[in-house]
């Protein structure tokens, strides 16, 4: 147990709908990353958030954003789904901002968009 | 050309074996050189981080790194069936502040007994 949790596990929705994907980070953990998993795309970095900031942006989409409220929770929201969102959505924490600090993660929630 | 290059295999081997794994990478940037091993249903968990050329030993593990020709490989001496995962190699670079990895596609591996 990596110390990260996510919830939900599972997400069925249609197209065109919005959802939210939650993450708690490991406890002390400054930095919050997205990532999204699918089989054609593999695992692709989304954004990070440090501290509350925005610190790096991956391949987002328009449609995706996300924020790290000073809890230091974070939350990935998705909208306008489309069949091609369907995938494995992953939160990673870290304790800092700094490039060498070991990345840990979250057990994935699972969207299906149909 | 992709950033980053690796076999998706399957790969099944028997158990005892020695296993290799590699990934190739284009980025002259990227600094920091991980593998990461993913059980099924379950997150990436780091198995291994490197930041120069040649090998670490970590127990039956190696990862190995050649810099000038861009290639990392990753040794399972005497493998075991609970070594089947998906091992994904991961790339960072030296952003100041910000931490962007790159991951290869993952190498299924099936260590039989």
């Known amino acids: 147990d990596s110390g990260v949790t996510q919830t939900p596990k599972h997400l069925i929705t249609a197209t065109g709908q919005r959802v939210t994907l939650r993450c708690s980070p490991r406890?002390?953990?400054?930095?919050v990353y997205w990532y999204q998993q699918s089989l054609d795309q593999g695992l692709q970095f989304l954004i990070q958030y440090y501290n509350g900031e925005e610190r790096a942006k991956g391949n987002i989409l328009e449609r995706f954003s996300a924020q790290q409220f000073p809890d230091l929770h974070s939350e990935l929201n998705l909208s306008s789904l489309e069949l091609g969102d369907s995938a494995l959505y992953f939160c990673?924490?870290?304790?800092?901002?700094?490039?060498?600090?070991?990345?840990?993660f979250g057990p994935g929630t699972r969207l299906t968009v149909l | 050309q992709k950033e980053v290059e690796q076999d998706p295999g399957p790969l099944s081997v028997p158990e005892g074996a020695i296993v290799s794994l590699n990934c190739t990478y284009s980025?002259?940037?990227?600094?920091?050189f991980m593998w990461y091993r993913q059980y099924s249903r379950k997150g990436p968990e780091l198995l291994m981080y490197?930041?120069?050329?040649g090998n670490k030993e970590d127990g039956r593990f190696t990862a190995q790194v050649d810099k000038s020709s861009k290639y990392i490989s990753l040794f399972i001496r005497d493998s075991q069936p609970s070594d089947s995962a998906t091992y994904l190699c991961a790339f960072n670079g030296a952003i100041q502040g910000a931490q962007k990895l790159v991951f290869g596609q993952g190498t299924r591996l099936t260590i039989n007994p």
């Open positions: 406890s002390g953990d400054l930095s």
């Open positions: 990673a924490s870290s304790s800092g901002a700094k490039n060498t600090d070991t990345q840990y």
């Open positions: 980025n002259s940037a990227f600094q920091y």
């Open positions: 490197t930041y120069s050329s």
